[in-house]
Nanobody, 124 residues
Framework: QVQLEESGGGLVQAGDSLRLSCVYS????????MGWFRQAPGKEREFVAA????????SSTDSVTGRFTISRDTAKNTVYLQMSSLKPEVTAVYYC?????????????????WGQGTQVTVSS
């Protein structure tokens, strides 16, 4: 049974930084591509960033490219989302997701396992 647990969210001001963490437990972490998605109130869940099993290939949505960085620490079974220069429009619940494939994806339906989410609120 795979479980994902996010942490690191909170209330910050515009321009601040946050690092989200997602701890993975269960089957071999290194076999799973990982992604971050977010869902703002009244909106659909959307892709933020993802990376391959090796961490060598990443992708992110255009609006966060250059400000958000996804990474993974296989030794700690953890995937991170480093967010900088935060803006109020990124306020949402952020979800970590795992896909049993070496290849990452931008599509939520490609992911099998999901965490419960962590709230990120950016005030202006």
């Amino acid at each position: 049974q795979v479980q994902l647990e996010e942490s690191g969210g909170g209330l910050v001001q515009a321009g601040d930084s946050l690092r989200l963490s997602c701890v993975y437990s269960g089957r071999t972490f290194s076999m799973y591509a990982m992604g971050w998605f977010r869902q703002a109130p009244g909106k659909e869940r959307e892709f933020v960033a993802a990376l391959s099993t090796s961490g060598g290939r990443t992708s992110s949505t255009d609006s966060v490219t250059g400000r958000f960085t996804i990474s993974r620490d296989t030794a700690k079974n953890t995937v991170y989302l480093q967010m900088s220069s935060l803006k109020p429009e990124v306020t949402a619940v952020y979800y970590c997701a795992g896909r049993p494939s070496s290849i990452h994806s931008r599509y939520s339906h490609d992911y099998t396992y999901w965490g419960q989410g962590t709230q990120v609120t950016v005030s202006s």
